[in-house]
Nanobody, 123 residues
Framework: QVQLVESGGGLVQAGGSLRLSCAAS????????MGWFRQAPGKEREFVSA????????DYADSVKGRFAISRDNNKNTAYLQANSLKPEDTAVYYC????????????????WGQGTQVTVSS
């Protein structure tokens, strides 16, 4: 088991930035690939970004490529999502997730999820 807690969400104006954090506890954090997903009201959960155990490999949804950056610090058991140039359409609850096997953009491959943090971007 691994427990995940997101933080760093909030209200920001369009063009602004936020840094989301995902703190992990339980099993060794470095054993897990990490992903970020988001869900807007009335919409399905969608993939945002993923990072491999060592941080060498990353993946991004086209909608955030060039604006968001995923990273991790295995010494701090924490994954991050730096969200820049935010747009109103980025408004959603953001979730981090952990997977023992690389699952990329497939939410079904992530057995462990946090409770989410709200990001609201005003125009």
């Amino acid at each position: 088991q691994v427990q995940l807690v997101e933080s760093g969400g909030g209200l920001v104006q369009a063009g602004g930035s936020l840094r989301l954090s995902c703190a992990a506890s339980g099993r060794t954090f470095s054993r897990f690939h990490m992903g970020w997903f988001r869900q807007a009201p009335g919409k399905e959960r969608e993939f945002v970004s993923a990072i491999s155990r060592t941080g060498v490999n990353t993946d991004y949804a086209d909608s955030v490529k060039g604006r968001f950056a995923i990273s991790r610090d295995n010494n701090k058991n924490t994954a991050y999502l730096q969200a820049n140039s935010l747009k109103p359409e980025d408004t959603a609850v953001y979730y981090c997730a952990a997977a023992p096997v690389w699952s990329g953009s497939a939410p079904s491959g992530y057995p462990y999820w946090g409770q989410g943090t709200q990001v609201t971007v005003s125009s």
